[in-house]
């Protein structure tokens, strides 16, 4: 009968003798010796040379430009990928008034990526020209002489002693936000419709349409039954071709309009809401 195994994979091997001491000193002498050679590599000229910075993307932006956001982070192309200091970037970006929040992070093999989220104008104040305030009231510096965003102008309200970027927390500008947020329901298609918001009052608040009518309501915004009574008599305007000077809301279960002056007398009306 013919074994299982054969040849080669039945001789025993001879066991090998451990190295004497000779051998294990000119071992640890090589070991040595690589180290040391190691050490004197200049690794950190490699570094910069092999792992710098080939590109910077930026995401996220509308109203801002790529080189801007570069340029405000302190990051550079061509410098040292690993030794970039992302959390002094992010602080940097984070400084201007038009960014509410930053992350920025490194991307293989060799990028660095600035995810950025913008501050949304929703008013125009007053700062000797018009400047934005975001939905938040912090004030936007402009990007530009003239460049503001298509909202509506917050009158009534003084805020040319605050710099950009602080949150204007007043009565007038947390009473515009308000309207703003109520006017913004799509149901009630009037948002874009208003140039103007007057808060000069104190017991009253005034929209200027782009059409030219003034809508007077409440100092605070009513509810959405009665925006939406608006609504309502403002479409049947339009559908009749009129023209009205003013519509008053501040009665109840009424919407008084006001005829334009070159209208006859007899289009004033009163509606029920």
Same mark, same amino acid.
């Given at each position: 009968m013919t074994p299982?195994?054969? *040849? @080669? #994979?039945?001789? %025993?091997? #001879? =066991? @090998? %003798? =451990?190295p004497g001491r000779i051998g294990r000193i000119v071992k640890a002498l090589g070991v040595l010796a690589v180290i040391a050679a190691l050490a004197h590599v200049p690794w950190g000229s490699i570094r910069r040379h092999v792992l710098t910075v080939s590109d910077i993307r930026v995401r996220g932006l509308h109203y801002l430009d790529d080189s801007t956001v570069v340029r405000q982070s302190g990051l550079q192309r061509g410098t040292d990928w690993l030794a970039a200091d992302l959390p002094r970037a992010r602080q940097a970006l984070l400084a201007?008034? %038009?960014?509410?929040e930053a992350q920025v992070k490194r991307v293989l093999p060799s990028a660095i990526e600035l995810?950025? +989220?913008? %501050?949304v104008p929703v008013l125009l104040a007053r700062h000797g020209s018009p400047w934005e305030l975001d939905g938040e009231g912090v004030l936007l510096e402009p990007l530009g002489a003239g460049v503001v965003a298509d909202v509506p102008m917050l009158t009534g309200v003084d805020v040319e002693r605050y710099r950009a970027g602080t949150c204007v927390a007043t009565a007038e500008v947390k009473r515009g936000l308000a309207w703003v947020r109520a +006017? #913004?329901? =799509?149901?009630?298609?009037?948002? *874009?419709r208003i140039s103007e918001i007057d808060v000069s009052k104190g017991d009253e608040t005034g929209l200027v349409?782009?059409? *030219?009518t003034r809508v007077v309501s409440s100092a605070w915004p009513p509810d959405v039954r009665r925006l939406s009574a608006l609504r309502v008599v403002l479409a049947d305007l339009e559908h009749r071709g009129r023209a009205a000077q003013e519509v008053d809301l501040r009665f109840k279960n009424q919407v008084i309009v006001r005829p334009a002056v070159d209208a006859p007398s007899g289009d004033a009306a009163s509606r029920s809401s």
């Amino acid at each position: 009968m013919t074994p299982a195994y054969q *040849g @080669r #994979a039945l001789l %025993r091997q #001879a =066991p @090998r %003798r =451990p190295p004497g001491r000779i051998g294990r000193i000119v071992k640890a002498l090589g070991v040595l010796a690589v180290i040391a050679a190691l050490a004197h590599v200049p690794w950190g000229s490699i570094r910069r040379h092999v792992l710098t910075v080939s590109d910077i993307r930026v995401r996220g932006l509308h109203y801002l430009d790529d080189s801007t956001v570069v340029r405000q982070s302190g990051l550079q192309r061509g410098t040292d990928w690993l030794a970039a200091d992302l959390p002094r970037a992010r602080q940097a970006l984070l400084a201007d008034s %038009r960014i509410r929040e930053a992350q920025v992070k490194r991307v293989l093999p060799s990028a660095i990526e600035l995810d950025i +989220t913008e %501050r949304v104008p929703v008013l125009l104040a007053r700062h000797g020209s018009p400047w934005e305030l975001d939905g938040e009231g912090v004030l936007l510096e402009p990007l530009g002489a003239g460049v503001v965003a298509d909202v509506p102008m917050l009158t009534g309200v003084d805020v040319e002693r605050y710099r950009a970027g602080t949150c204007v927390a007043t009565a007038e500008v947390k009473r515009g936000l308000a309207w703003v947020r109520a +006017t #913004a329901v =799509p149901e009630l298609e009037l948002a *874009g419709r208003i140039s103007e918001i007057d808060v000069s009052k104190g017991d009253e608040t005034g929209l200027v349409l782009m059409s *030219g009518t003034r809508v007077v309501s409440s100092a605070w915004p009513p509810d959405v039954r009665r925006l939406s009574a608006l609504r309502v008599v403002l479409a049947d305007l339009e559908h009749r071709g009129r023209a009205a000077q003013e519509v008053d809301l501040r009665f109840k279960n009424q919407v008084i309009v006001r005829p334009a002056v070159d209208a006859p007398s007899g289009d004033a009306a009163s509606r029920s809401s």
